[in-house]
Structure formats: structure tokens, C-alpha cells
């Protein structure tokens, strides 16, 4: 069984940071990109990317975050963070990790996952 497990979520005054974590754990064999969303209450439901990043260390952000977020990764640790620094009200939501595939399963047949997500930490940021 594989899991997604955040951490590092609170609640912070507007300018402040916090580093989030995912760290992926099972009997992991690979895993491709990884990412973080977001949602919020009133959008619909609908997860906002926020930043990405491949198994080649290729990043990719949200607009609304370049310059002031960071996705970065350990590999080793099948480790996924999101530094936030600059945190504005807006930014306030619960933050999920994202897994685009990932295949599991040491001595036995390989078993695949896509679009495999965790359960999601809370961001809030007061003005």
C-alpha cells in the first residue's frame, strides 16, 4: 500500500512562510512528477495547481506563486516540499500533494498509480 502524507501546514500572519512536506511511503519504485494544489471553498471545488515538479527536476509554478514559492524534492526520500514565503490571505487553503504515477511493489509484480493523491493540509493566512 502506498500513502501521501502532508505536513507543515498552520496558520501564519500575511508575509510569513511555511514549508510543507509530502513524503510518499510504501514500497515505492518510482514515482514521475510531483506536485502540490490547492482549493479553497469558493472556487467551485476545483484544484488549483500551484507548483510541480518532475523526476527530471523540471519545476513549473502558478503565476500567483512564482517568485514567492518553492517546489524542490529528494528523490531518496520520495520527498516532495513547498516553501512559502511572502504568504498572502489569498493563499489561504488546503494545500494537497499530487503524484502524476508511481509504480510499487518490490519482489512481486509491479503495480501502477496515477493521479494519486494525499489528504490534503491546511494553510491559513491571517491579514
Known amino acids: 500500500q502506498v500513502q501521501l502524507v502532508e505536513s507543515g501546514g498552520g496558520l501564519v500572519q500575511a508575509g510569513g512562510s511555511l514549508r510543507l512536506s509530502c513524503a510518499a511511503s510504501?514500497?515505492?519504485?518510482?514515482?514521475?512528477?510531483m506536485g502540490w494544489y490547492r482549493q479553497t471553498p469558493g472556487k467551485r471545488r476545483r484544484r488549483e495547481l500551484v507548483?510541480?515538479?518532475?523526476?527530471?527536476?523540471?519545476?513549473s509554478y502558478a503565476d500567483s506563486v512564482k517568485g514567492r514559492f518553492t517546489i524542490s524534492r529528494v528523490y531518496a526520500k520520495n520527498t516532495v516540499y513547498l516553501q512559502m514565503n511572502s504568504l498572502k490571505p489569498e493563499d489561504t487553503a488546503v494545500y494537497y500533494c499530487?503524484?502524476?504515477?508511481?509504480?510499487w511493489g518490490q519482489g512481486q509484480t509491479p503495480k501502477y498509480e496515477y493521479d494519486y493523491w494525499g489528504r490534503g493540509t491546511q494553510v491559513t493566512v491571517s491579514s
Open positions: 499530487n503524484v502524476d504515477r508511481l509504480i
Open positions: 510504501g514500497d515505492i519504485l518510482l514515482i514521475n512528477t
Open positions: 507548483a510541480t515538479i518532475t523526476d527530471g527536476g523540471t519545476t
